[in-house]
């Protein structure tokens, strides 16, 4: 079988079939579209061709260490994409330095084309979340990229890289960065070299931006932006980060929730009782603490603080549309993660994440297991994130969530309590509200150009698009909003069940070849 | 200034001539009681004068570690009090090993009096908790005894032991079994040398009894008991263990609380989730495990668990007397322990140890702190504590709580949840019932030989004794009952705010010498 077999015959013939027919409907009916469609094909042909060189100079990439921890392992990555890009003839490749000394730089490059209209920046980011190897499945190491049959969970093995490039969709590269998103890095790049090296032209100036801190929380995003103003204007960001959608069908996103945080904790004894000399006199603080994240919620998992879901902007006629359309991958997910009931019941996956929630991230008290003792523990702590959807205020829904810990009889201080407070509260809660929160933001499906973008995205799919209002993850998308007055839209290409920020991280072949292919019908864009 | 008149000032001049004025009072209308007054008074007197080389002993006993993992060392705590028996005259001093091969011994030995009517087991432990040296204040070591002039927590400072002799009764000797239990032993000896050295013989047949294992659970004391059943008959065990009144003033304890666990694991995702992508759809586990302890409870602190105070066995009439005239230190306690409200609405400390409890050891899910991460954890887990009182059985009480779960709709596994499982409960709860429960133990205050012992106790005394009739500990008392058909009553002898089972354990000196007081008035008991 020759390569293109292979790689067809893998992404399952239906699929090819399929192809070819939308192929013929595209020719008759819309001539435009059939053009564009002929064009990804080539480049796409292109990359299958050079699959070898392709996984070698990416597996190269991946065994750059990237974490925030390995400054010097940043610098390699941020050098080794710059050789990529000149290698690529990109233009103006160069290092995009925060104004605080010493932070991490961005890579940026462009290519401008004489007559285009538009100009679309490409975002993925280098870094990579922090690694502990001892976690990782036996004889796999972060930074050694390694070929598997197929997912480990699902009964993959190790197998060599092909001396003859042949490789079949379902294999799997495991490395840290594998999707998230040295992925986004590879496509975006490897379809700009589809697109040239076939003698084409990207349909509107490309400009690249690749960031090296997005694990770390952007810190420096901001001033990237500001400095850096004049050359990224832009008018659109495409954001090439996440997975696609669980039922593996292509999507895009057009927001991210926002996202806070608060600490609490419950103050009783000052220290630690014999619980059988005061059990049942002392007050017991995880017993207060569990009635009061209890109140929180009611029995049908809505939150029952007053006003948590007002100010919620209404989803648009587009969106609602969008929303219905998205496939239903609740029972393929419960299965998949052993559950047999959901939390807010009635309510989808697609639905809930576009209300605002409340999630305990983590709570502690005393000891569990062989640590635990006879004892009252002296306090007992909580961290709850705060997800917010478009129109919420981060800093007005944590005060609400105060507002009904006040309701609940608590003097809220931010400090340990003092000797005169004890005497005075019966209910002592430290509350910390964290300072970095933020807003969600959502992109307009009805902006012109982002019809393009699923019109051009479409052209790569046999199935119909997911159409995602907004993600569950929180990115700090109003950045580009603010310093740029920027406009930006995800299109996410890695696997959804790649293990991205944890262990046993790994893009699936098949989805970094789809991404090539969705990222050259983002560059034809005219 | 005499020795005796420093211990007098120390003790109180108000204490002094009340004592004098208790005693005219004697005098004058019980000859009886006068006569063993006097001999107390003497015995007392002896101890006082011989404060230094009473002093030196204890301090050489607390130079040797005696925790659960040095058995070396727990050989030379026992080898030591062997040799303090010999010393005293005390006959048939031996170690009682239990059958198990290796385990720690008793140290017993014997006085029979001539026609002596009864028989008393004076019982202490020579083991003490673990230590963690980094966690005492600085310059204590636990095993090298130091003497300050007053608590630690109030501003006491480490001084010399005095070359003269003359102690105090503020000051304090710091070191591991200062005062548990160590000074009970020490109390026990010193009580008897107290009598003989005076030329006087105790009123009954004593039997000493020092167990080297309470700390660790008292593991083999059953064994013990079982074995030495012959040599152990005795018409009242005193257990010379634990703190006297939180008032200061001295008590008698007829009972425990029971004790048994719970330990709770709920379930949910089978992986870790971003609380972005699945926050309020997944269940989050912390989330259900707060949900179900907060339903074992009102707001008024009281156990909404159906049946969870039947069963209790009803104070006889002198019990509630004793109870009513147990002095209040709710107050001081609260000051103490920096509340300003009990958990319990409207009950009183004493009232609260005489009800069965249900109290929340430990909880933990996920991460808090800088470990914190925006997850929704897989599961989450708490320890539960069930204190018993008279009538309660362990199984039957934790079969309540296990009830009142399943009506919350839960599965109750007592493995991680299979598949199967998973599919088809919303909600599962693993629950690891405690084995090793005890019931309460309680001895009737109105026995012929229990009034013996409150009237012997009494003349040491200028305040009404407290006399409770349940301590809020639980000790395995029912053992002597099983084993020997034994009653028994706790006589404890340390102050209140010993930091027993923690760091800087501590024992105040005039808690010694009136241990040692209250020691000599039951050997006098005819």
């Known amino acids: 079988m020759s390569k293109r077999q292979i790689i067809n015959l893998a992404v399952g013939n239906q699929f090819h079939f399929m192809r070819n027919f939308v192929f013929l409907l595209s020719f008759l009916f819309v001539q435009f579209v059939s053009a564009q469609s002929s064009a990804i094909l080539a480049a796409r042909n292109y990359a299958t061709k050079n699959a070898d060189a392709i996984i070698k100079e990416f597996t190269e990439f991946l065994s750059l260490p990237n974490v925030a921890a390995d400054p010097a392992g940043q610098q390699k990555n941020a050098a080794f994409i710059m050789a990529m890009m000149n290698k690529r003839g990109i233009q103006k490749v160069q290092l995009l330095h925060p104004s605080t000394a010493g932070a991490v730089p961005a890579v940026y490059g462009e290519v401008m084309v004489p007559g285009a209209k538009q100009t679309l920046i490409f975002y993925a980011h280098y870094d990579g979340q922090p690694v502990n190897p001892t976690q990782w499945a036996k004889g796999l190491d972060p930074f050694q990229p390694k070929l598997f049959s197929n997912s480990i969970d699902k009964d993959g093995i190790n197998i060599l890289f092909p001396a003859d490039g042949n490789y079949l969709n379902e294999w799997r590269i495991y490395a840290r960065g594998a999707s998230d998103d040295k992925a986004g890095v590879a496509a975006i790049l490897n379809a700009y070299d589809a697109i040239t090296k076939n003698g084409m032209a990207p349909g509107c100036n490309l400009k690249f931006f690749f960031e090296g801190e997005e694990e770390a929380g952007s810190t420096h995003l901001n001033e990237i932006l500001e400095k850096y103003k004049s050359i990224l204007q832009s008018d659109l960001w495409i954001i090439c980060d996440g997975p696609v959608h669980q039922s593996g069908q292509k999507q895009i996103v057009f927001g991210v929730r926002g996202d806070t945080h608060l600490d609490l904790t419950v103050y009783a004894s000052k220290r630690p009782l014999h619980s059988g000399h005061y059990g049942n006199w002392a007050p017991n603080p995880a017993m207060m603490l569990v009635k009061l994240l209890g109140s ?97 205020d981060w800093k007005r829904q944590q005060q609400k969530v105060i507002d009904h810990i006040k309701a609940q009889g608590y003097y809220i201080t931010n400090n340990e309590p003092a000797d005169e407070e004890r005497n005075k509260y019966a209910k002592i809660i430290k509350v910390i509200a964290g300072q970095d929160g933020i807003n969600a933001q959502r992109t307009s499906m009805d902006l012109p150009i982002i019809k393009k973008v699923i019109a051009a995205v479409t052209t790569t799919s046999k199935n119909q698009l997911v159409l995602q209002p907004t993600m569950g993850g929180s990115l700090p998308l109003f950045l580009f909003e603010k310093y740029l007055n920027a406009k930006t839209v995800t299109v996410p290409i890695a696997n959804h069940d790649n293990n991205q920020h944890a262990e046993n991280e790994n893009i699936r ?18």
Not at 322 to 339: F, H, R, T, W, Y
Not at 509 to 526: A, P, R, Y
């Open 296 to 392: 929180m919620k009611d029995d049908n998992g809505r939150v029952t603080i007053k006003g948590f879901y007002d100010d919620v902007t209404p989803l648009t006629p587009s969106e609602k549309k969008a929303l219905n359309e998205v496939p239903s991958v609740d029972e393929q997910m419960k299965k998949e993660l052993g559950i047999s009931a959901v939390e807010m019941r009635g309510v989808t996956l697609s639905e809930a994440i576009n209300q605002p929630s409340l999630n305990i991230n983590g709570i502690q008290s005393g000891n569990v297991g062989k640590m635990a003792s006879n004892q009252i523990p002296t306090y007992a702590t909580a961290v709850l994130d705060l997800r917010l959807v478009l129109g919420n």
């Open 509 to 526: 072949i098949g989805n970094l070849f789809d991404g090539i292919e969705t990222m050259v019908s983002l560059m034809l864009i005219k």
